[in-house]
Every structure is written in C-alpha cells, then in structure tokens.
C-alpha cells in the first residue's frame, strides 16, 4: 500500500483507557493484531486500546500488516459490558483501511504506548497465567504491550501442543500461548526445536520490539493471557 497517513501522536499515553467518543462517532485506530474472531487496535486520537469484533475490509497480508489504519462508525452497545473486554468497541460499519504509518512514526509510537519494564513490574496487573471471571469487574485493561527486545524472547511449543512465548518480566518468567498466527506457525515449523531471538527474526522476517498481550477467552472460570503479536 502506498497511501500514507500522517498521525499526530497523543501528548499524553494512558495504556487501558476507553475511547472518548460515543456512538455515532467516527475512530482512527492503528491496527495492532487480526484475528479470527475480533482484531486489535488503538484509538490515534487517545491512544486508548480497542477491541473489535469483526473483520476489516481489506485482506490479511504479511507484505503490508505493520502501522495499518482504519475508520469504523461506533455502534450502540447491544449486550452488557464483558469484564473481561472493556475495551471492547461494536463497529457500525465494516472497518475500512485509509492508510499505513511510516515506520519511523510507527515505531515511535509505539516506543510511548508500550509499558517498560521494571523490577517486580506484572503483566496485566497478575504474576499468574490466568485471572478468575469473577475477579474481573471491567476497570482493569485486558490489553498490554510490552517493550521487550526479541534477544529475551523464546517461542515453543509446549507439552499441551500449543506454540508459547517464553517472556521475562519484572523479574518473573512466563510461558504465554501465543494466537499471533505468523509466531505460532513459526514455533510449529520450528517443533520440536525452540527459537531463540535471532531465529525468531528470520522466520518472522522482521526483528520485534514489542508483546501485545491480551486476555483470551473464558476457560472454566478463569481468563487466560495470550500474546497477541509480536511487533
């Protein structure tokens, strides 16, 4: 894609946020991960995180998924908040691309959303795997993304076979199951054999920064994290 978008970033970056506007109104988001069921974003005009369900209208290629953007309408609300989701935001109409971020502006962006790391620091605010529902009551984000280089990262696929990410964090270690559909087909090619940072690179054909993790689906009473993307 050619088109390019220039974005003026948001002075003030408070990763969790819900999106100011209401429904009717129009958001700008930077699309972070596609996946089968609802994508990734953030809003440019508040850096807050969104959760869409849906799809977007424009197909899913490797070659061009970095520093995406789209503009949907916002829907009302049909169903209660989901605690597990508070970020989510209903589409009034299909998400349409109107451009890319330059990678330089893309990664400075990036550089100030993402939470860095610090002694004792926890991802998604649990040194668990999982959260109980019931513990949720849709105050807390469900999405975060951390500043790591790719050197401390490590995908695998684990004992259940399912493709994890071996992530170090404020001075604590967790293997995360990984939806990111490029870095779980990579830990599957890779099987039995894990890989370390420099092959990680290779067979994404980028060098990531950045691990946006989220939480998954309800799973017998409790909410796993997953790792999103790699960016």
């Known amino acids: 894609m050619s088109t390019r978008v220039r974005v003026r970033a948001p002075r003030r970056i408070r990763p969790g946020t819900l999106p100011i506007e209401q429904p009717g109104g129009r958001l700008r988001c930077l699309v972070l991960a596609r996946g089968a069921e609802e994508w990734i974003g953030v809003d440019l005009a508040s850096a807050a995180f969104v959760r869409v369900p849906g799809g977007i209208d424009a197909p899913i290629d490797d070659a061009d998924r970095s520093g995406l953007v789209v503009e949907f309408t916002i829907d009302h609300p049909d169903h209660s908040l989901d605690p597990s989701r ?71 696929m684990s004992e259940r076979d399912e493709p994890v990410c071996t992530i170090p964090w404020g001075g604590t270690t967790q293997r995360t199951r990984v939806v990111d559909d490029r870095a779980a087909r990579a830990a599957i090619a890779s099987a039995p054999r894990p890989l370390g940072g420099p092959q990680i690179t290779a067979a994404l054909g980028f060098r990531p920064n950045f691990v946006l993790v989220g939480l998954g689906r309800v799973t017998d009473g409790h909410v796993p994290k997953v790792v999103m993307a790699l960016l």
């Open 86 to 156: 508070p970020e989510l935001a209903l589409p009034a109409t299909v998400p349409t691309v109107v451009g890319t971020l330059r990678p330089r502006v893309l990664r400075r962006f990036l550089d100030r959303l993402a939470t860095p790391e610090a002694n004792g620091a926890m991802i998604l605010g649990t040194r668990g795997p999982s959260i109980a529902f019931v513990d949720l009551d849709g105050t807390t984000a469900s999405l975060q993304l951390l500043a790591i280089p790719v050197k401390n990262l490590e995908l695998a």
